[in-house]
């Protein structure tokens, strides 16, 4: 095999681990595949986001764009934060949410709000030379009845003087699942957003949320829904139907597919995502697609 397909073989081999969310220790996940995404990111894919990110903001410069979910070492993902961070900025993003998971028993609330510490510290103690600091926010995945459900908070929640807040507020999500109704109720007083993300996708456990059950008892309440997922692989407009926002995202366990599908907002009329969302005028907007193919055949075969 020359050089080139043994590069290719490779790029395939790891983002169809990546792609197919494989249930391995992420320890062993670390190990097998950060070097293999690494090489992907570097040989070809990194720079083809990020020439499509700097066309799509010339042709709308008053959009903000940016990942909504993804996960780093805090909980499932393979990466850290600081290298989720500097590489979203390196791509061109304008804000990213980190959603670690949160769910008794085996996602504990303590890591995801030391993620959210984190993200805090990498603003303050902003580490990649060249590049502005990218715009965060608390977050995380939380496991409901019904599903997963994203909670954002208001940018106040990433300071240290607020986690105990957090803390006291959401500890009991360490003991027993909720339901989703409830779960997003919880997110108001913090000034923050509920987002429906992978709807219809079922797993052997509570994942993606019936759009039937979203119809019926969620309008009105969650704020927002995944309409374009590049690692789930589909493109819809469920946001329409049920009055919600459209969210673009990635679900990126691997620091290799951020950026690839992304949520905008108009920065003339909304201060923040937050306000765009609850305004309900965001979109969701597909950026690159060089690796839905592979990614798709990877979810038929793993
Ligand atoms: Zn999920
Ligand atoms: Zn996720």
């Given at each position: 095999?020359?050089?080139?397909?043994?590069?290719?073989?490779?790029?395939?081999?790891?983002i169809?681990?990546?792609?197919?969310?494989?249930?391995?220790?992420?320890?062993?996940?670390?190990?097998?595949?950060?070097?293999?995404?690494?090489?992907?990111?570097?040989?070809?894919?990194?720079?083809?986001?990020?020439?499509?990110?700097?066309?799509?903001?010339?042709?709308?410069?008053?959009?903000?764009?940016?990942?909504?979910?993804?996960?780093?070492?805090?909980?499932?993902?393979?990466?850290?934060?600081?290298?989720?961070?500097?590489?979203?900025?390196?791509?061109?993003?304008?804000?990213?949410?980190?959603?670690?998971?949160?769910?008794?028993?085996?996602?504990?609330?303590?890591?995801?709000?030391?993620?959210?510490?984190?993200?805090?510290?990498?603003?303050?103690?902003?580490?990649?030379?060249?590049?502005?600091?990218?715009?965060?926010?608390?977050?995380?995945?939380?496991?409901?009845?019904?599903?997963?459900?994203?909670?954002?908070?208001?940018?106040?929640?990433?300071?240290?003087?607020?986690?105990?807040?957090?803390?006291?507020?959401?500890?009991?999500?360490?003991?027993?699942?909720?339901?989703?109704?409830d779960?997003?109720?919880?997110?108001q007083?913090?000034?923050?957003?509920?987002?429906?993300?992978?709807?219809?996708?079922?797993?052997?456990?509570?994942?993606?949320?019936?759009?039937?059950?979203?119809?019926?008892?969620?309008?009105?309440?969650?704020?927002?829904?995944?309409?374009?997922?590049?690692?789930?692989?589909?493109?819809?407009n469920?946001?329409?139907?049920?009055?919600m926002?459209?969210?673009?995202?990635?679900?990126?366990?691997?620091?290799?597919?951020?950026?690839?599908?992304v949520?905008?907002?108009?920065?003339?009329?909304?201060?923040?995502?937050l306000?765009?969302?609850?305004?309900?005028?965001?979109?969701?907007?597909?950026?690159?697609?060089?690796?839905?193919d592979?990614?798709?055949?990877?979810?038929?075969?793993?």
């Amino acid at each position: 095999m020359n050089r080139r397909g043994f590069l290719k073989s490779i790029a395939g081999f790891s983002i169809a681990l990546a792609g197919a969310q494989l249930a391995i220790p992420v320890t062993a996940k670390c190990k097998m595949i950060a070097p293999l995404t690494d090489l992907v990111g570097k040989t070809f894919l990194d720079q083809r986001i990020k020439d499509n990110i700097a066309k799509f903001k010339q042709d709308n410069p008053h959009l903000k764009i940016g990942e909504t979910h993804c996960h780093s070492i805090f909980s499932d993902g393979t990466y850290s934060v600081d290298k989720i961070m500097g590489r979203a900025a390196r791509l061109g993003l304008d804000f990213m949410i980190i959603t670690e998971h949160v769910q008794p028993h085996l996602y504990p609330l303590e890591h995801a709000l030391a993620s959210i510490k984190e993200r805090g510290r990498c603003c303050d103690e902003w580490n990649h030379p060249g590049l502005d600091p990218i715009d965060v926010y608390p977050a995380f995945e939380l496991s409901t009845l019904q599903g997963h459900l994203i909670l954002v908070m208001d940018k106040d929640y990433l300071k240290p003087k607020f986690l105990g807040e957090l803390k006291t507020r959401f500890s009991h999500l360490d003991q027993k699942m909720i339901s989703m109704e409830d779960s997003a109720k919880m997110v108001q007083p913090l000034g923050g957003v509920s987002i429906i993300p992978h709807p219809e996708r079922e797993r052997a456990y509570p994942f993606g949320v019936p759009i039937s059950f979203a119809r019926q008892y969620l309008t009105g309440l969650v704020d927002a829904i995944e309409d374009i997922s590049t690692g789930h692989g589909y493109e819809e407009n469920y946001s329409q139907e049920l009055g919600m926002a459209s969210i673009g995202s990635s679900d990126d366990h691997f620091n290799l597919i951020i950026g690839t599908t992304v949520t905008g907002y108009d920065s003339r009329k909304h201060k923040n995502l937050l306000s765009a969302i609850k305004a309900r005028e965001t979109l969701a907007v597909k950026i690159n697609e060089s690796l839905d193919d592979i990614l798709g055949m990877a979810r038929l075969v793993l």
